[in-house]
């Protein structure tokens, strides 16, 4: 298994740019989430789905969105990005929204918005 | 304040050290924990769950003190491949149904020969 992937890894915008993030899994992981990671402040969670066709908002999701057509994929779509979204992005997922699963995290992707 | 509260560090040990982190949480009604561990620039991973009854797991051991709302690791025997950041995470349940994992900041661990 590959567990989960993320695309690119690195990424730089300019203000206003608009760009999608990949996020797949071979887990057949029900739950899926994405997360920002900034200095100071832990992971925080951005957008997150319990199944295919469901999602819903975390703590951040302005600026944001998501769709979840297949089981496998999870694409974050940065609509028009802005300085305060350069961050390190996590995509995870875990079996399901069971609060013992183990969270399973991607390798991340830098973006750096100028 | 912060839901889930870590000592940023960084902690310097020499190897072969005992060292021991702690996290404290504000909401009494979290019903798991865990201590993730993460590498510099890479995502974090799980080290372990944390249990009631405090569980081992070789040269780790985690703490749970639901009465204080805190949780604990001790490394025993430090490695220089034990230096990493360690988050604390804690999940609860959420009132219209899911769960919320709420992660710490982290504790920064460097050992040193």
């Known amino acids: 298994n590959a567990g989960v992937t993320q695309t690119p890894k690195f990424q730089v915008l300019k203000t206003g740019q608009s760009m999608t993030l990949q996020c797949a899994q071979d887990?057949?992981?029900?739950?899926m989430s994405w997360y920002r990671q900034d200095p100071g402040m832990g992971l925080r969670l951005i957008h997150y789905s319990v199944g295919a066709g469901i999602t819903d908002q975390g703590e951040v999701p302005n600026g944001y969105n998501v769709s979840r057509s297949t089981t496998e994929d999870f694409p974050l779509r940065l609509l028009s990005a802005a300085p305060s979204q350069t961050s390190v992005y996590f995509c995870?997922?875990?079996?399901?929204?069971?609060?013992?699963?183990?969270?399973?995290f991607g390798p991340g992707t830098r973006l750096t918005v100028l | 304040r912060k839901e889930v509260e870590q000592d940023p560090g960084p902690f310097n040990v020499p190897e072969g050290a005992t060292v021991a982190f702690n996290c404290t949480y504000s909401?009494?009604?979290?019903?798991?924990f865990f201590w993730y561990r993460q590498d510099c620039r890479k995502e974090p991973k799980l080290l372990m769950s944390v249990y009631s009854s405090g569980n081992e797991d070789g040269r780790f051991t985690a703490q749970l003190n639901r009465a204080s709302q805190y949780i604990s690791l001790l490394i025993r025997d430090s490695k220089l491949s034990d230096s990493a950041t360690y988050l604390c995470v804690v999940n609860w349940r959420l009132t219209g149904g899911g769960n919320k994992l709420t992660f710490g900041t982290g504790t920064q661990l460097k050992v040193e020969l």
């Open positions: 909401n009494s009604a979290s019903q798991s």
């Open positions: 887990m057949n992981h029900e739950y």
């Open positions: 995870a997922s875990r079996l399901r929204d069971f609060q013992g699963n183990e969270q399973f």
